[in-house]
């Protein structure tokens, strides 16, 4: 029997190439700023609306809202911001292919772990079967050792009492009692062979599945590769200040994290901040750098606070 190579072949996700996060690509003019003044007054804001295809209600916004308003009041060491019903900066998240196109990305990417998790339980299942496949390969051809090795020696006894033209009765005896074992030994050896085929089958049958999945993985990757790696180079938010009307939208985010961040963000042009280029800033205007896990002021941030607030 012969038994089918392992061929998967193994993808990389090109892991993070694909959607690159800008936090916003309107900024406030230097007129505009002059006019946000949040260290005498703060600034107030009001949710204005959110599409019902996110999946956050206007308390838990507010509740973040809040939480990114004492970041920077904590900066100065002084209220900068304020919830109002009426409040001048209007708080939209509003729901485009942005988001969409997020949501498309991580659903498609857990599609990709759940067929890696298929792989990795199968693959184990697989390094299980070989082992077997082996240990019963090996009984066999040591059994096989033993066989051929007792037929050479049966043989050559044989031989050499024909040489001598025949032999004692109590010899006869004892080769005959050594055919009926060899031939016990045959059967030994026809059970053995057929515990490696039935090894060999299993194998091979986990073999073809751990393909299957392999191909469709690797046709998932090259899929995702495909759709995603071109750059997808978007805004999270934006800050608008018109002179008659200020707003902040949200576009999109993939974590509660993510939206803290873009908020705390776009907050920061709303008390009249530009951005940092420090990397890993709140104003640092490239999301990949600042990872979203805990957000915090950097130096940086604080200080562009502080200035702007004249201390
Ligand atoms: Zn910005």
């Given at each position: 029997?012969?038994?089918?190579?392992?061929?998967?072949?193994?993808?990389?996700?090109?892991?993070?190439?694909?959607?690159?996060?800008?936090?916003?690509?309107?900024?406030?003019?230097?007129?505009?700023?002059?006019?946000?003044?949040?260290?005498?007054?703060?600034?107030?804001?009001?949710?204005?609306?959110?599409?019902?295809?996110?999946?956050?209600?206007?308390?838990?916004?507010?509740?973040?809202?809040?939480?990114?308003?004492?970041?920077?009041?904590?900066?100065?060491?002084?209220?900068?911001?304020e919830y109002d019903p009426d409040g001048d900066v209007k708080v939209h998240l509003v729901y485009d292919e942005r988001q969409?196109?997020?949501?498309?990305?991580r659903d498609f990417n857990n599609a990709i772990q759940m067929e890696q998790l298929r792989f990795d339980r199968l693959h184990?299942?697989?390094?299980?079967?070989?082992?077997?496949?082996?240990?019963?390969?090996?009984?066999?051809?040591?059994?096989?050792?033993?066989?051929?090795?007792?037929?050479?020696?049966?043989?050559?006894e044989v031989s050499k009492w024909n040489e001598q033209g025949g032999a004692p009765e109590d010899v006869q005896e004892r080769?005959?009692?050594?055919?009926?074992?060899?031939?016990?030994?045959?059967?030994?050896?026809?059970?053995?062979?057929?515990?490696?085929?039935?090894?060999?089958?299993?194998?091979?049958?986990?073999?073809?599945?751990?393909?299957?999945?392999?191909?469709?993985?690797?046709?998932?990757?090259?899929?995702?590769?495909?759709?995603?790696?071109?750059?997808?180079?978007?805004?999270?938010?934006?800050?608008?200040?018109?002179?008659?009307?200020?707003?902040?939208?949200?576009?999109?985010?993939?974590?509660?994290?993510?939206?803290?961040?873009?908020?705390?963000?776009?907050?920061?042009?709303?008390?009249?901040?530009?951005?940092?280029?420090?990397?890993?800033?709140?104003?640092?205007?490239?999301?990949?750098?600042?990872?979203?896990?805990?957000?915090?002021?950097?130096?940086?941030?604080?200080?562009?606070?502080?200035?702007?607030?004249?201390?």
């Amino acid at each position: 029997m012969i038994l089918r190579v392992l061929s998967y072949l193994l993808y990389v996700l090109i892991a993070g190439a694909g959607i690159v996060l800008v936090l916003d690509k309107v900024e406030t003019s230097a007129s505009v700023e002059n006019k946000v003044n949040p260290c005498s007054e703060p600034v107030t804001y009001q949710i204005a609306s959110i599409d019902d295809n996110f999946d956050i209600s206007e308390t838990q916004l507010r509740r973040l809202i809040s939480g990114v308003g004492s970041m920077w009041s904590n900066a100065v060491g002084r209220t900068l911001v304020e919830y109002d019903p009426d409040g001048d900066v209007k708080v939209h998240l509003v729901y485009d292919e942005r988001q969409q196109l997020v949501e498309e990305e991580r659903d498609f990417n857990n599609a990709i772990q759940m067929e890696q998790l298929r792989f990795d339980r199968l693959h184990r299942e697989y390094t299980r079967h070989s082992d077997q496949y082996d240990e019963a390969m090996e009984r066999y051809n040591n059994f096989l050792g033993e066989y051929q090795r007792n037929v050479q020696e049966h043989n050559d006894e044989v031989s050499k009492w024909n040489e001598q033209g025949g032999a004692p009765e109590d010899v006869q005896e004892r080769v005959v009692n050594r055919e009926r074992e060899l031939s016990g030994m045959q059967s030994e050896l026809r059970s053995l062979q057929n515990d490696v085929n039935r090894a060999g089958r299993q194998l091979e049958d986990v073999t073809d599945r751990l393909n299957e999945i392999s191909i469709r993985k690797n046709g998932l990757i090259d899929e995702y590769n495909e759709r995603y790696a071109g750059e997808y180079r978007f805004s999270q938010g934006d800050y608008m200040n018109t002179g008659s009307e200020q707003r902040i939208n949200i576009y999109h985010y993939k974590s509660i994290n993510h939206l803290r961040l873009v908020l705390a963000h776009e907050f920061g042009h709303a008390l009249g901040l530009g951005h940092v280029d420090s990397p890993g800033s709140v104003m640092y205007p490239v999301v990949e750098s600042h990872g979203t896990t805990e957000i915090a002021l950097s130096d940086q941030d604080i200080a562009a606070m502080q200035a702007r607030c004249g201390r």
